[in-house]
């Protein structure tokens, strides 16, 4: 059985009243971007239920569930095993609504007459037909396919009931439009027929309806969208040679279908540059990269203090106003390297100052959601790099293993393997905690 089979037999047999928006041509043979439903008499902890079901019965985490307004939520559904990029997306609507025009289009008027189409229910022809122009309407982008869209289901008996829901003028326009085929009909006319829309949603979006929309949004948006973040931090740290630009290039890939997008750091969350950018007379930019990690000349004593601690105030600012809120954007932040660095090679950073500093400074820093250390023979990571001695490597291999005993979301990951086989470890456990994240707040 297809996978969109299996969905959509399990969302039927719960008996959701509800029907696919658009795009059901190509499935269920092929997973669309995202698959749009409108649904009525069902509350959160149905639609829950249902994406609950759909994960167990197919094997797969719900790695995202998205608040998005009244009534309105985006589940993704991920596999815990991606070759590549994979994504199962779910919105579920009450009403059309776009920026400042709401309930333009509700639930009862797309489900009236829904019919069945292979294993799922679509629209009415009017009902599909008037659910194009509306939503067209609201994003302004008419095409050639939309208009061969509504020639297939527009029928002669229809004009009266677009006067009745769009007006005289616009009604006409739109059957012009239809028996000349021309998109430029839609175009020339788009503020009038967008005015017959914001009609139609001032007519349906109701005082009480109002109230509901802003007494939901007060309710869940900071537990469901600010305090519960959709996003994931994520550390790599490791000697030179264990892997981590290879690992994190490919999670780029295997969990970006999770995600709304990924967000890459170097160390630090850089909300201030470098201090040596401050320099007027002297400016210097900071290095990505370092090949000779032991071979820079450290600092003295007090401007490694200054430094440390002006570095402090970026991972904590830096935190507070770009990966929280990067995470607010669902997105994936990937560091590669961090602060506990530190507890292993101060030289590398060119501070004159003890690990013990970083130790000590540890508590203020904000903790990312996972930890992964990269491992692998000392003399595998000397053979793919030989700028640190192999006794050198030892020690930091130890040192960074010590993590483990400090904090309890640090993950060894042996990179001593083929890369597909590390990569599929990494991203399992990165899609696995995102899910056990989304589970907070899903009403079971």
Not at 141 to 166: A, C, N, P, W, Y
Not at 406 to 426: P, Q, R, W
Request: net charge positive; proline share 3%.
């Amino acid at each position: 059985m297809l996978l969109l089979e299996s969905v959509f037999q399990i969302i039927n047999e719960s008996g959701l009243d509800y029907c696919v928006q658009n795009k059901y041509e190509m499935m269920p043979e092929e997973i669309p971007s995202d698959i749009d439903m409108m649904y009525r008499n069902a509350s959160e902890r149905d639609l829950d239920r249902i994406v609950l079901e759909i994960a167990k019965q197919n094997d797969l985490l719900v790695t995202q569930k998205i608040v998005q307004d009244y009534g309105e939520y985006t589940y993704i559904l991920s596999d815990p095993f991606p070759a590549s990029f994979f994504q199962l997306q779910l919105d579920f609507y009450r009403v059309i609504s776009k920026g400042d025009i709401h309930n333009a289009l509700l639930a009862e008027d797309l489900l009236a007459n829904k019919r069945l189409y292979k294993n799922m229910y679509i629209p009415g022809r009017y009902e599909e037909l008037r659910y194009i122009i509306v939503r067209r309407a609201l994003k302004n982008d008419f095409s050639v396919g939309h208009l061969q869209k509504l020639i297939t289901l527009f029928m002669e008996g229809d004009q009266e009931r677009l006067s009745s829901d769009f007006g005289k003028q616009v009604s006409e326009l739109i059957e012009t439009m239809i028996k000349t085929e021309s998109v430029s009909v839609f175009e020339q006319n788009y503020d009038v027929i967008r005015n017959s829309v914001k009609a139609m949603s001032n007519r349906n979006y109701r005082m009480i309806d109002r109230i509901k929309r802003s007494a939901f949004i007060a309710i869940n948006y900071p537990t469901k969208r600010i305090f519960h973040k959709c996003g994931l931090s994520v550390v790599f740290l490791s000697p030179d040679g264990a892997g981590k630009s290879t690992i994190i290039s490919g999670i780029n890939e295997t969990c970006s279908g999770s995600f709304y997008g990924v967000s890459n750091y170097y160390f630090r969350p850089h909300f201030f540059k470098n201090l040596g950018h401050y320099n007027k007379l002297n400016p210097s930019e900071e290095a990505t990269s370092n090949n000779d990690p032991h071979g820079v000349v450290p600092d003295g004593k007090l401007k490694s203090i200054i430094r440390f601690l002006f570095y402090n105030l970026d991972f904590i600012i830096g935190t507070s106003l770009k990966v929280n809120v990067d995470k607010m954007k669902k997105k994936l932040v990937i560091f590669d390297r961090y602060y506990y660095d530190y507890f292993v090679d101060m030289k590398r950073y060119k501070y004159s100052i003890d690990s013990k500093w970083a130790k000590a400074f540890r508590y203020i820093i904000p903790k990312p959601d996972l930890i992964f250390v990269l491992d692998a023979p000392s003399n595998v990571i000397f053979g793919r790099k030989q700028e640190l001695p192999i006794s050198e490597i030892d020690r930091q291999r130890t040192e960074y293993r010590k993590l483990t005993k400090i904090y309890s979301n640090v993950i060894v990951i042996d990179t001593n393997a083929d890369k597909e086989s590390v990569l599929s470890v990494v991203t399992e456990k990165i899609l696995k905690k995102q899910a056990n994240q989304t589970e907070k707040i899903m009403i079971k």
